[in-house]
């Protein structure tokens, strides 16, 4: 199982970006997901979860403009960051916890991340 995380780059203080954190190989459901970020010299900041049955919770810091989804069908995770801000500018990291059969256990894996750049 792996994670691939897309979708960052170089937007202007307001803009919107859409991540996302494809999951690929052989799984039996996508359990709880995550998104993370990070910036030199700081400590991995959660920024948004979600579960599998819709629940989601968001850092104070982006309520409000971030929504966490997933498209099942496609085994992919989201981020929808919209009204960005100099401060959001991090590499942003995916996680999920992954059960690979019905009865198997949950197991968590990390994508790669991606960098998302907000100027003033």
């Known amino acids: 199982v792996q994670l691939q995380a897309s979708g960052g780059g170089l937007v202007q203080t307001g803009g919107s970006l859409k991540l996302s954190c494809a999951v690929s190989g052989s799984i039996f459901s996508i359990n709880a997901m995550t998104w993370y970020r990070q910036t030199p010299g700081n400590q991995r900041e959660w920024v948004a979860a979600g579960t599998s049955g819709g629940a989601t919770n968001y850092a104070d810091s982006v309520k409000g403009r971030f929504t966490i989804s997933s498209d099942n069908a496609k085994n992919t995770i989201y981020l929808q960051m919209n009204r960005l801000k100099p401060e959001d500018t991090a590499v942003y990291l995916c996680?999920?916890?992954?059960?690979?059969?019905?009865?198997?256990?949950?197991?968590?894996?990390w994508g790669q991340g991606t960098q998302v750049t907000v100027s003033s």
């Open positions: 996680h999920a916890q992954i059960r690979q059969s019905v009865h198997g256990r949950k197991y968590d894996y």
